[in-house]
């Protein structure tokens, strides 16, 4: 290819070339850049003639950069960042009048929480600016940083790498939510009841713990171990419902018997059963038994 003349090309046309590559659409790389669809169409066309190449061609999913536009789309992103760097020195940030336009990337729950509040103060503040939120997770949140297709990112997300910049912006508490006559809400309801029954996790890393019925994912694993800790070898360390198994296990009642007594499943029986044998340092079903004629929870 010819070299190119740079004093008859537009360097705005970098911008349009910039805002191509991360949305692979013509009419969102327009929106990026506040210009109509036709505007950034014939900026395009520009392009092509310049660099005598298609740059990028239509396909099923977007427009695809072609072999050259994936080789200038570096030299031309860190030009355009110099430019930015140069333009910007020794210029304040006034929110009360800058018009620029963010696009966000939130978690469903930081969309929930944050936003609402972050809108308000921006309208109120930064009337000029201009945000697009987009949903961001765990697996992507850093191709869309590194793409420059999201600016900030906010949720709970994994540790970035070192050429991104990481803030933390609150804490939050867990909650556990419960019908109003569920069992739990009449016994209390403590780290190990909580673990023994059965549970829904909403988890932002979506982990399984297989083969072990207290376990429903990372969270709850974490928890255990912190309980189990705790644990002291004394009756009293064991709740309501899991007294009640034990005392039912030493009076020779099958899982499927306690099951129907306590109206529970007997997959709940066999974790009470565990959870307590683990709070009392025992090992085997048969010291639970004798644990409970010692301790008078059943007639030996």
Sequence with gaps: MPAMDLDRLDLNLL???????????????????????????????RLRAAFKDDLFQRTPTGMEPTALA??????????LDAMRAAVAL????????????????MSDYAEFVLAPPLIAALRARAPGVSVVV??????VVTVLLDEDRVHLAIGQLPEPPTRMTRIMLLRDELAVLMR???PAAKEG??????????????????????HKPFFTGKVSEALLEIYLSKGSADESALTAREKAVVQLIAEGKTNK???????????????HRALALRKLNLDTTAALIRYAIRNKLVEG
């Design 15 to 45: 911008r349009v070339f910039e805002a191509l590559m991360a949305e692979r659409h013509v009419t969102r790389a327009a929106a990026r850049l506040g210009l109509t669809q036709s505007a950034a169409s014939n900026a395009l066309g």
């Design 70 to 79: 994936r080789e200038l789309a570096g030299p031309v992103g860190a030009a």
């Design 90 to 105: 020794n210029r304040p940030f006034d929110p009360a009048r800058a018009e620029e336009s963010f696009t966000l990337g």
């Design 134 to 139: 987009r949903h961001v997770d765990r697996e």
């Design 180 to 182: 109003p006559d569920h």
């Design 189 to 210: 309801l403590d780290l190990g009841a909580f673990l023994a029954w059965p549970h829904l996790l909403v988890s932002a890393v979506a982990s399984l713990a297989a």
């Design 257 to 271: 018997q306690i099951a129907n007594i306590l109206s529970i499943s007997t997959k709940t029986v066999e974790t």
